[in-house]
């Protein structure tokens, strides 16, 4: 069912909201709110009620309830003071009371899959109980609802339904023969064990086609807030699983028969280019995510990962940081997010393009609304906070980039969350905690030499000079053209003086030729 009011479409099977054609970013559980509300419009529905339908039974808090109600209000352009979509009954609940069209005789525009696109099918089982007390099942439960939820969030995953999931609970078998049944790629199973105030959630990520496991973990935790725990695992769960679904798809696209690579096929093969980090891998990824994007212009991975591809082959490899090239590329994430403008990942690249323009602030905005659509992307994170070092917000930088080392240290751009973090760090003057992220980052494979360069600068400024300058022998073994020249050349996206003669200077105190 369909539902036009106002000046809004809502079709609640596919969670989307779309006014005046533009489609409204909202939570599931705001979609739910809104669908219950709508559904049962003809009375006043209790917070009992919307705690059992909403909330699967759940008591949330006065606060959690008010943040949602808030939510919708704010989507349907409706508050608190107004009312005029969704009412309060103060001490009773709340009510639907917009004017509902005629049934809608089309749903909403839904963005489908480029044809021939192949996207991993997932299936999450329901977590199984160890903790011997059947009263713990709705906390094993919550869990698993969250993950999917979570996960749904990725648009380049296809992500197996609850109810239909939830019919394998309880039973045992071969993973493999699930993954047949639900025709899924990959099964996440896992179990949760509460012993007093401790709680224990394990994980794991399986290929439906060999059984083999792609990924396992296991969180501790001591119990406070039961529900904010639940939160917690959730979000880290679901950040870690998407890198490795990701790469695991990488793998295959590299045994693939070069022959005959199609879109699909082409893109995750440049993909796992990208992820090598070398001056050929960063010119073969652009070759084929171009390859991938002529094969299928609907594609908008393709054209929103060709222009992250440029952009770093600009900061750190030898593609030229032109007006022409950097426009072709902020011009291919737009097309990206005309395809699917719900696509986070799309925003967030689009936020590095603008970044490299130096225009911070429309980078702040995309990033923003790539972390709305999905709060675990670290990558989002970690770029709303690079934009926020370069406004010289520092301290809000620094949370950002803890956030996304938090939600994903195993992602493949972990040693760059570092290293511009150590950046920022330089800039706010920090310069011991600068030099021990670039540490941390020095032990990640596949780090860049900017991670060395940012060491030799921190140890210069904190006049440690012999360091330095065996940190800048080593940053010329790695890189033997780097100079002030070469800075000024690549750090052409600061457009701050403080910042770039801040860093400049350290590179002339570790001993640093000028260059030319």
Known sequence: ??????????????????????????????????????????????????????????????????????????????????QRLIKTVHGVGFRFVGDL????????????APEG??????????????????????????????????LSKHRWLNIIARNTTFGYKGVTG???????ELGANYVVEGSVQRAGERVRVNAQLIDANTGGHK??????????????????????????????????????????????????????????????????????????????????????????????????????????????????????TCRALEIDDQNAVFYALKARVQLARCEYQSAL???EMAIRLNPTFAAAHCGLADSLAFEGRYDEAITGFEKAIDLSPNDPQRWAFLTYGALALIFDQQFERALDWTQRAAEIPNRQYWTTAHRAVALALLGRTDEAGK??????????????????????????????????????????????
């Open 1 to 82: 069912m369909t539902y036009s009011f106002d000046s809004f479409l809502f079709d609640p099977e596919r969670f989307e909201l779309i006014r005046d054609g533009a489609s409204i970013a909202l939570e599931p559980q705001v979609v739910s709110l809104l669908a219950f509300l709508i559904e049962n419009r003809a009375r006043v529905v209790s917070k009992n009620e919307l705690n059992e339908k909403v909330w699967g039974g759940r008591i949330v808090s006065e606060a959690a309830l008010s943040s949602r109600i808030k939510k919708l209000r704010q989507a349907l352009s409706d508050d608190g003071k107004q």
């Open 101 to 112: 069209d005629a049934p809608a005789s089309q749903a909403a525009p839904h963005v489908s």
């Open 117 to 150: 696109l192949k996207k991993p099918t997932i299936a999450i089982l329901p977590f199984a109980n160890l903790s011997g007390d059947p009263g713990q099942e709705y906390f094993a439960d919550g869990i698993t609802a969250d993950i999917i939820s979570t």
């Open 174 to 180: 071969d993973v493999r023969l699930v993954g047949t």
């Open 215 to 332: 990924w396992t973990d296991r969180f501790d935790r001591h119990i406070e807030d039961i529900f904010a725990l639940q939160d917690d695992i959730t979000q880290t769960i679901a950040a870690r699983l998407e890198p490795e679904i990701g790469s695991a798809e990488r793998q295959k696209a590299l045994r693939a028969d070069r022959h005959d690579l199609r879109a699909w096929d082409c893109y995750h093969l440049g993909v796992a280019h990208f992820f090598r980090f070398t001056a050929d891998d960063n010119i073969e990824a652009q070759r084929l995510l171009d390859q991938s994007r002529t094969l299928d212009p609907d594609f908008g991975e393709a054209h929103a990962w060709w222009a992250y591809a440029v952009i770093l082959g600009m900061i750190y490899w030898e593609t030229e940081a032109s007006p022409d090239a950097m426009a072709e590329a902020y011009q291919a």
């Open 365 to 367: 905005v995309e990033n």
């Open 471 to 516: 940190a800048a022998q080593e940053l010329l073994a790695e890189r033997p053209d780097f100079s002030s020249a070469f800075v000024r050349k690549k750090l052409f996206y600061v457009k701050k003086a403080e910042q770039l003669d801040l860093y400049l200077e350290g590179v002339k105190l570790a001993g640093l030729p000028a260059g030319s």
